[in-house]
């Protein structure tokens, strides 16, 4: 018999079945309102404070369902929906600034479903509601500051060694030049100047027919530069996201210099902007060696000259009012490994007049204490005559105290940190408060919830009713076969369900009409089999026969059809922006799931039901 | 059931001189709208401020442009959306950027009725709209190359040419339907033009596969003869998938909601005009360049049994 299933068929399809559906099964689920509790330093809170966290839900009389640690956070689910707004409030005042506390919709996956890997589609901003930005990063804006520092700094330098000279008034945003009288002043400029700025590129050049060198920034360095800037952009935005309290918030890099920001669930996208605007900035200032360390109280009144701050670790210290730098004068902070005591170390590179200004003013001071000042603004929660209220606060604090240990330049580390995780954290918030090449919002898009809700419906139901409309029109038409192809629709429907969970891919409404194509063309695999068979069986073929040049034949057709497509669906991916790219990655899926399904699937069941059977009629 | 108990006979190639006289006669005016009326580009390609604004009851809309022109909103397109209760308000890029023009707007609104809520917001920046019209172009342009050296690679390039010209036609004139009836075309309206690109060469492959098949098996009969008797036996299918897709794109019009609804009509208007088109241009044009047996040569094809057929 020629349509026989051999055992491996029958293996495959049940393989491929059973796994689909069990990845595909996380979505029927739903979700539960959540909270989801960090600390500020990016770690989970203590058990000890998960113990307050529950106690606290419980004199309010709010049922937990779950609590859940993470390596980041502790994720409490409650009973009722409606307790989640009261108990984020009343957490975010009783837990204080050491932690945030974000509202989340947790997927109510079984634990036997996410020890497998189990979980539900990622949903668009288009189905859940929520802004999205996309930013450029003014890279020009940093490095036309850098010309101008170098400009100053070789004056600086030429002037102290007798060499008359101008700026060229030719700047631009990576390039300058310097003039001089003649070309023996240049020469001489040229040998002093270039050994120390190995990053930047020096040409001997005429400006109005004066000697000049024309000086630019390496294509090495802008990159560095570039990259340097936008991943500072980056950290300072995650810092200042996770003061929003967002759950799952996306900030990535996109292209050389933009970066997306989606922030699920915010709606408020002025406050958004507010906050995510808003810098830190820091200070280095001298500790007042007299009262250190600091044995007064809180609300004493400070000597002249000095101010009075709290330390991030507790307690206070008291600072020398004059600044030595600030942070903008930081062009690097990285944490490592001191490799003769092999303690926690933090290397900072400042600008070469930060660098001036910092080897003047610990020159005479080694053995003193030098503090880090750190100053950004923070979301607080706190109770105004017993309602919760949400407001900006700016905080200062201390974030280190160092002993300088010899005068210092533009190079310098601080050592001796208790361990590589301080070092990380202090390397962060330096690089947070030094100078952030400025942002701009080139793109913005805001979901409103309810539209979001909407959405989903009317996908769904569009969804729900094209696919009964043509199971009914593929049963009223081919009849059995038409019944089998149905099938093959459902487990397609089940298969690009499964396989955008398990890939995480964001599921757009344009997504979901590329599913609805989906659900139109993949019968097509089959329309173009069983029209195959019809012709067979009216040019006299047998059951078996047409059934076996039925498929046979229409096999390369499909497959050229189906490629054709694809190639139409991979430029779009490879292409596309947004709505485009999700309605690309649904139509791969579907056209790539469907000639399983339709073409296999299929065939597997018609064999069943028709293989063994000698001049068998087809209901077709 | 069975729209087609025996295969058709229609005559298709015999009227392809006076179809093609009408095809061209379409592309000319699809491309005389584009090019007089032109098309309404959505935010995506502008690049501007987009503000939707649900009301809890229906709204009159001059209202609403009067609340905003006092405000000196005076550039602001106010049309409803889908409902009367949901307002669209566009801008042009130069009013000012994102939020801060959004929550004016809704402050503005809200001032006149306080229940007015805040649908979606989407601003694009000039530099923005540009390139992702730039892409969008490119996106277009990438796909017919992708698919001429695919048809190419598998065929021959006479087909490669017909089918490319079927898709391009497909384009012109769905994007010239789009320009008449005034439609705002976006990205997602693009992504659709994309989606007919491969669906109309979906219809066309299945043709040319049963035309090389045709050629190969059959013997007798000349190419016009060919190309007429493929084209019969594969219309029961190429009607079945049209009304399946359509009916799918139909449920999607209707139910999908507003911001899904120019995605599908455009594939609605794709779908007829592909169908048409995987019939007629691509055919056509194949013939056209004179496409006979000796340009396909017998391909290596399993199982592919070489009977001699009489016609």
Redesign the interface.
């Known amino acids: 018999m020629i349509n026989k299933n051999p055992l491996w068929r029958y293996l495959l399809l049940v393989l491929v079945v059973a796994g689909g559906a069990i990845y595909a099964l996380p979505n029927l689920f739903g979700q539960d309102a959540a909270l989801q509790i960090s600390s500020a330093d990016g770690t989970a809170p203590t058990p000890a404070t998960q113990g307050e966290v529950l106690a606290l839900l419980d004199s309010l009389e709010i049922d937990v369902k779950a609590v859940e640690a993470t390596d980041s956070h502790v994720l409490v689910r409650l009973d009722q929906a409606s307790d989640q707004a009261v108990a984020a409030d009343e957490l975010a005042v009783a837990l204080g600034r050491d932690y945030t506390v974000a509202l989340n919709l947790a997927a109510a996956t079984p634990a036997w479903l996410r020890s497998l890997g189990g979980q539900p589609m990622y949903l668009g901003l288009d189905l859940r509601g929520g802004v999205h930005f996309l930013m450029q990063v003014d890279v020009d804006a940093v490095t036309t500051q850098a010309i101008e520092r170098y400009g100053n700094e070789m004056s600086r330098s030429l002037r102290q060694s007798s060499i008359a000279h101008q700026v060229g008034d030719d700047a631009t945003a990576t390039a300058f030049s310097l003039v001089f009288e003649g070309a023996d002043a240049r020469d001489a400029a040229e040998a002093q100047i270039t050994p120390e700025y190995p990053e930047l590129v020096f040409e001997q050049v005429e400006v109005n027919g004066q000697p000049a060198l024309s000086i630019a920034i390496s294509e090495d360095e802008l990159r560095e530069i570039r990259n340097f800037a936008v991943e500072q952009n980056i950290i300072t935005l995650r810092n200042r996201v996770n003061e929003l309290g967002v759950a799952e918030p996306v900030i990535q890099r996109q292209g050389a210099d933009r970066i997306v920001v989606q922030l699920p669930g915010v709606q408020d996208t002025a406050r958004a902007k507010e906050i995510i605007g808003a810098t830190a900035t820091l200070e280095f200032r001298m500790v007042d060696e007299a009262n250190f360390p600091y044995r007064g109280r809180p609300g004493d009144i400070p000597p002249p000259g000095t101010e009075l701050f709290p330390e991030r670790q507790g307690g206070y210290v008291l600072l020398e009012r004059q600044i030595i730098i600030t942070g903008d004068a930081i062009t690097d902070a990285q944490s490592g490994i001191d490799t003769q005591t092999g303690r926690a170390e933090v290397n900072i590179r400042l600008s070469g007049a930060g660098g001036n200004v910092m080897n003047r003013v610990t020159g005479g001071r080694v053995g003193d204490h030098m503090a880090v000042l750190f100053k950004e603004t923070e979301i607080q929660a706190r109770r105004v005559n017993d309602e919760i209220v949400r407001e900006q606060v700016q905080v200062e604090e201390v974030i280190n105290i160092a002993r300088i240990q010899e005068q210092l330049g533009s190079r310098f580390r601080i050592t001796g940190l208790d361990n590589p995780m301080e070092a990380r954290n202090l390397a962060l918030l330096l690089r947070a408060g030094s100078l952030a090449a400025p942002v701009q919002i080139i793109e913005e898009r805001t979901i409103g919830p309810s539209l979001g809700q909407e959405n989903i419906n009317q996908g769904m139901a569009a969804v729900g009713v094209a696919f009964l409309l043509v199971i009914l029109f593929m049963v009223m038409y081919y009849r059995v076969f038409g019944l089998i192809a149905n099938l093959a629709l459902l487990l397609n429907l089940v298969l690009i369900m499964a396989v955008l969970s398990m890939l995480q891919a964001t599921l757009t409404l344009p997504g979901i009409a590329g599913i609805v194509l989906t659900v139109g063309m993949a019968v097509d695999a089959n329309v173009l089999i069983y029209e195959r068979i019809r012709e067979e069986l009216r040019s006299g073929s047998s059951a078996q026969k047409a059934i076996e040049a039925g498929y046979g034949k229409a096999l390369s057709t499909i497959a050229d059809a189906n490629v054709t497509t694809l190639i139409a669906a991979v430029v779009l991916f490879a292409f596309g922006t947004g709505p485009v790219k999700g309605f690309a990655v649904t139509l791969s899926i579907g056209i790539v799931s469907s000639m399983f399904t339709a073409i296999f699937g299929t065939r597997v069941v018609v064999n069943a039901i028709y293989g063994s059977r000698r001049g068998a009629k087809l209901a077709i | ?2 729209f087609f108990k ?2 058709t006979q229609i005559d298709f190639m015999a009227h392809r001189v006076r179809a093609a006289l009408i095809t061209v006669g379409f592309i000319v005016l699809a491309v005389a709208v584009l090019f007089f009326r032109g098309l309404d580009f959505g935010l995506d390609f502008t690049g501007g401020t987009l503000v ?1 604004v ?1 009301y809890p009851q229906a709204v009159d809309l001059a209202e609403v442009r009067q609340t905003l022109e006092s405000a000196g909103f005076d550039q602001a397109v106010v049309q409803t959306f889908g409902t009367a209760r949901d307002v669209l308000i566009r801008l042009p890029s130069d009013v000012g ?3 801060a023009v ?2 004016e707007i809704l402050g503005v609104l809200r001032a006149a009725e306080p229940n007015a ?9 000039p ?2 709209g540009a390139e ?1 019209a730039e ?2 172009g ?2 277009l342009l ?2 017919l190359g ?2 001429l050296i ?2 190419a690679f ?1 065929f021959e390039y006479r087909f490669a040419i017909g089918a490319v010209a079927a898709v391009a036609h497909d384009v012109v004139i769905t994007l010239g339907i789009y320009a008449l009836i005034g439609m705002t075309f976006d ?2 309206v ?2 659709a033009l ?2 007919v ?3 109309s ?2 219809d066309t ?2 043709v040319f ?2 035309v090389r ?1 045709n050629f190969v098996r059959v013997r007798k009969g000349s190419s016009i003869e060919l190309v007429n008797r493929s084209i019969n ?2 219309l ?2 190429t009607l ?2 049209s ?7 139909i ?2 019009f209707v ?3 507003e ?2 609804r120019g ?2 009509l455009a ?1 609605i208007i794709g779908v007829v005009v592909g169908t048409y088109s995987s019939i007629y241009v691509a055919g056509s044009a194949a013939l056209a360049l004179g496409v006979s047996r000796e340009d396909l040569v017998p391909p290596v ?1 399993e ?1 592919e049994d070489l009977e001699e057929e009489t016609p």
């Open positions: 059931m069975d025996r295969e939707e649900g950027a994102g939020d959004s929550n809520e805040l649908r979606r917001v989407e601003f694009v920046g530099q923005v992702l892409k969008g490119l996106a990438y796909a992708g698919i695919y048809v598998r990205l997602t693009l992504a994309l989606a690109i491969g669906y060469l979906n492959i299945v596969d049963r098949e036996q594969m029961p299918r079945v998938t009304l399946t897709t359509l009916l799918v794109l449920a999607l139910l999908g909601g911001l899904i995605f599908a594939l094809k199982g």
